[in-house]
């Protein structure tokens, strides 16, 4: 299997509620490597760009208002069969549809406050590393 990179954001809901230390350990447990992190706060703008693919979708303005109300953490993580792996880890979008032991099922509240961001091809992982994270930043 080849080694990809994905990108996981700990979405403002998981810092609003304190549990940045908890999902970054299940996902440590799980045999992520942590190539970069960090906490910002995302303006519309930057939140509407990176959701980009959504635009025009019912749930599109909810998404950016909610990705824009507080900090969030992006995290670059690279595993073997990343991409996969770790939507595995966290679960469907809504957690009343994610399998038990789920980083969602777990922790997230509905389909839109969801806890944690993954991408969803190698591609994307690619892509959306190089959103939050310059070279020098991937360690
Ligand atoms: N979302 C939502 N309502 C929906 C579908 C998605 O609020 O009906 C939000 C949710 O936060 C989700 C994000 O939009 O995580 C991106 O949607 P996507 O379908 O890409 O889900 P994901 O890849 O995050 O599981
Ligand atoms: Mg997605």
Redesign the pocket.
Known sequence: MAVERTLAIL?PDCVKKNLQGEVIARIQKAGFKVLGFKMIRLTKEAAGAF?A??KG???YD??VE?MSSGPCVPIALEKENAVADF?TL?G???PKDAAEGTIRKLYADN????IV??S?SPENGKIEVAFFFSGSELV
Do not use: Q
């Not at 389909?111 to 969801?114: A, M, V």
């Open positions: 979405k959701y693919v959504h979708r019912p749930f909810g998404l909610f939507r966290i469907a979008t809504d389909k839109g406050e969801n961001h993954g969803d």
